[in-house]
């Protein structure tokens, strides 16, 4: 380190020793015009000279400064930036960084991505230069560093280095990227995140770029990351960063409905994994809270269920305007609703009609005893929800639902049940959907024999009411006046 880069950092700090000298410019470099000044007085050159120093004979505190005051100088003035790239700082933080992961503060390595975050903000030139300084060997290092405070920014700089860069979202999406987004996600799950650069990642890769089918598998071997271990024991089961995965994913389109358009193939994938997951509901445990339960396997069938609910309510609020067939009608075309319909009279009855049907216990002793608890608070109701979706404006749906004797099964779900918080607006949601431009379907609830579950009061939201022919024993459904 020459005696003329010394000088330097101590004019313009006003300072005689090094480590005041760094603090000293880090606080004035955290205004737009202290960074301005400092950029005429060449000052970042000066600092990577020291980084560089300093790296070689390991001194973790003056590496800190030296990080600090980079990132301070790279916030948003192009001149520092620019001088960054010239005097390859990409290379030299890469290196510190890939020496000091494991062995240093976590402080220190995230100050050092913060740096390279920065830098990419300039543009394409910048991003380019960071991105093949660290993919992907660099990457995974410092996701393996399993903590949030670098998971965040590293997952800014990969998301800011990709963004307006088509290409380079292709290649995290190949067979040399996959290990990065991987090693992310099992990071986020285990320790979390707080901010939502992870979340843009995940959209664009898993979503808009329909690559859950690839990126799901890879998150399985949770304790065994090669899959080279015993996987025939495995392979039937989810681990709890798939799990996480599929949260983070319903939480997206939950979020971003209007935004975020899912293609036929992911769908048919979600549904894939739903299908595979009700084996769960063959072990009858009753789940004592609502997603996320702790269970993997019963996460996994929750939060696939919702993604499926807020698929199916996307179609919708586009109005299937395209000319290709909708999302909803090829998961309709697999069975969807069958499979539904099916689970939902598979489970025993919301708590209100089992009240109802206590005084019936001993006669039906033998056909209750068969049916299954739901596995996490909510389940009846995301089933009736996703139900309510698909018959939306679907006359075909409508139609199967009524063919598949849904019918009185859904209008049973009109009822509050502890289990299943808001499952009433569900079923009323849902009921309407069934009805709505559907006369055959509006028969059938007329015509149906009288039961404690059929008399359903909630039916008058709809401006609706069940009467009945004290004589026939007969329903008819009428307007409430």
Not at 14 to 31: G, H, R, V
Not at 61 to 66: F, K, S, V, Y
Request: with cysteine; hydrophobic share 40%; net charge negative.
């Amino acid at each position: 380190m020459s005696d003329h880069t010394l000088h330097l950092l101590f004019t313009a700090s006003n300072t005689c020793t090094l480590e005041n000298s760094l603090q000293s410019l880090a606080d004035t470099a955290k205004s737009h015009g202290g960074r301005s000044e400092l950029a005429s007085k060449r000052v970042l050159p000066a600092v990577l000279e020291v980084l560089e120093h300093h790296h070689h004979n390991h001194n973790p505190n003056i590496i800190a400064l030296c990080f600090k005051l980079l990132r301070n100088l790279c916030a948003g003035e192009l001149e520092n930036q620019n001088s960054f790239i010239e005097h390859n700082g990409v290379a030299l933080v890469s290196d510190v960084l890939r020496s000091e992961v494991g062995s240093s503060s976590l402080g220190l390595v995230r100050w050092g991505i913060q740096v390279l975050a920065n830098v990419c903000l300039a543009g394409r030139e910048h991003q380019r230069a960071v991105w093949e300084g660290l993919f992907p060997e660099g990457f995974v290092l410092l996701a393996n560093v399993g903590s949030k405070e670098t998971c965040d920014p590293l997952c800014m700089v990969i998301y800011t280095c990709c963004d307006g860069n088509p290409e380079l979202f292709r290649i995290l999406s190949s067979y040399d990227g996959w290990p990065v987004m991987a090693t992310i996600v099992r990071t986020a799950s285990s320790a979390g995140f707080g901010e939502d650069w992870l979340k843009l990642l995940l959209s664009r890769i898993c979503l808009e770029e329909s690559q859950l089918p690839v990126l799901f598998p890879k998150l399985q071997y949770v304790d065994d990351p090669s899959g080279e271990g015993d996987t025939e024991s495995k392979d039937d089961q989810f681990s709890s960063v798939q799990a996480f995965l599929l949260r983070i994913l319903s939480e997206i389109l939950s979020e971003r409905l209007e935004d975020v358009t899912i293609s036929t193939d992911t769908a048919l994938f979600v549904y894939g994994i739903f299908k595979k997951s009700i084996r769960i509901l063959e072990h009858e445990v009753r789940g004592k809270s609502g997603l996320p339960s702790g269970s993997p396997e019963v996460d996994v069938l929750g939060y696939s269920l919702t993604t499926l609910r807020d698929i199916c309510a996307q179609d919708n609020a586009r109005g299937n305007k395209e000319d290709a067939e909708s999302v909803v009608d090829v998961l309709l075309s697999y069975g969807f609703i069958e499979l539904l319909l099916s689970l939902l009279r598979d489970l025993e009855p919301p708590t209100t009609i089992r009240k109802v049907m206590k005084q019936f216990e001993n006669q039906d002793d033998a056909s209750s005893s068969s049916l299954k608890p739901c596995p996490y608070k909510g389940f009846r109701r995301d089933i009736v929800a996703v139900i309510g979706n698909c018959a939306y404006r679907r006359k075909h749906a409508q139609d199967e639902i009524r063919q598949q004797n849904g019918i009185l099964l859904l209008l049973q779900q009109c009822v509050i049940d502890e289990d299943n918080p808001f499952l009433k607006e569900w079923g009323i949601w849902c009921v309407r959907n069934i009805l709505e431009g559907n006369e055959e379907n509006r028969r059938v609830v007329e015509q149906l024999e009288y039961q404690g579950t059929a008399d359903v009061p909630e039916l008058k939201a709809l401006g609706l009411r069940v009467e009945v022919d004290p004589s026939s024993r007969r329903a008819k459904l009428v307007n409430v006046p």
